[in-house]
């Protein structure tokens, strides 16, 4: 365990089995340059025994329950990565910053809700794709996936880690949004249609949030940022929320898109100009997170193998 984090020292203290300090030259002790105190020694009688001789019937076993303790750890790690950056953090959420300037168009009550829900729709698709995209390509260009490879962390746990951080950014997000909808455009929503609404919405962007994780994986990451951005105009189109005079078979496509499912349930959830097939957008949906999981572990294999 190393670190240069004084925040750390404490609870590292209590893992750690000996401290190493590297002292300046203009301040070398007697001992040297470089010292050593042994500590907590008590604690690891393993340490007293031969290599060879070591009992490994006592060392933990892979469970369940420890994968559920190191997925917490690591969730936890991305919490306080998010805090100790919290530019990014604020550039984030300052997306909501959208919803006051609705009332300048005139939007306001029920008018309004249409044009909110779609533009949750678009924040949400920036947080996971866009956001989280970039932040795994910044993570590769500074070869910290590199680091973690060389650790115990299985891949499967370090992927749910990054999407269940990126679904927290867009429940706080979306709490926001409807918290500034109701209180600058008057929207009124019942507080069981206003669950089922940010229920669908986080639900539903649970597959396009495997998506990022899997194109962070795949593009340079030097490219990755315009990409990314560009990926967000061709979204709203891929929706069908923008008619475009493009031939029929292109609408059809669009139909099959995972995209226009999404669009669909979060329309069923406000009941506005859906067209009644909610399983078949669940179902597609849930093939659409099956999907993409395949293409993320395979990009994060490629990706090793590079």
Known sequence: MVTNNKSDWDKLSTLATRHVTVHKITEIPPEGQLTQELINLEDNALLDQPENTINTNNLPETSSQNIQRIFQQQFWFEILQLLRTPVFLIAT???????????????????????????????????????????????????????????????????AAKIATSLLICTVSLLLIFGLGSWQLEMRMGLTEG????????????????????????????????????????????????????????????????????????????????DNHLILHLLWLLWACGAFGLLAAWSYQRDRTV
């Open 93 to 159: 959420l300052a997306l909501v910053g959208f919803v006051p300037l609705l009332k300048l168009q005139g939007l306001k009550g029920e008018g309004a809700t249409e044009t909110v829900v779609y533009l949750s729709g678009i924040i949400l698709f920036t947080i996971v794709i866009d956001r989280l995209g970039k932040r795994i390509a910044v993570e590769r260009l500074e070869k910290w996936l590199k680091l973690l490879r060389a650790t115990p962390l299985p891949p499967a746990v370090y992927m």
């Open 195 to 274: 669950l089922a609404l940010i229920l669908s919405l986080i639900l539903g962007i649970i597959p396009f949030a495997i998506l990022g994780l899997a194109l962070g994986y795949l593009l340079n990451p030097k490219s990755a940022d315009s990409i990314l951005s560009l990926s967000l105009i061709v979204i709203p189109v891929a929706c069908g929320s923008i008619p475009l005079p493009v031939p029929q078979i292109v609408q059809d496509l669009i139909a099959f898109s995972p995209f226009y499912h999404f669009r669909q349930l979060i329309l069923s959830a406000v009941n506005l100009n859906h």
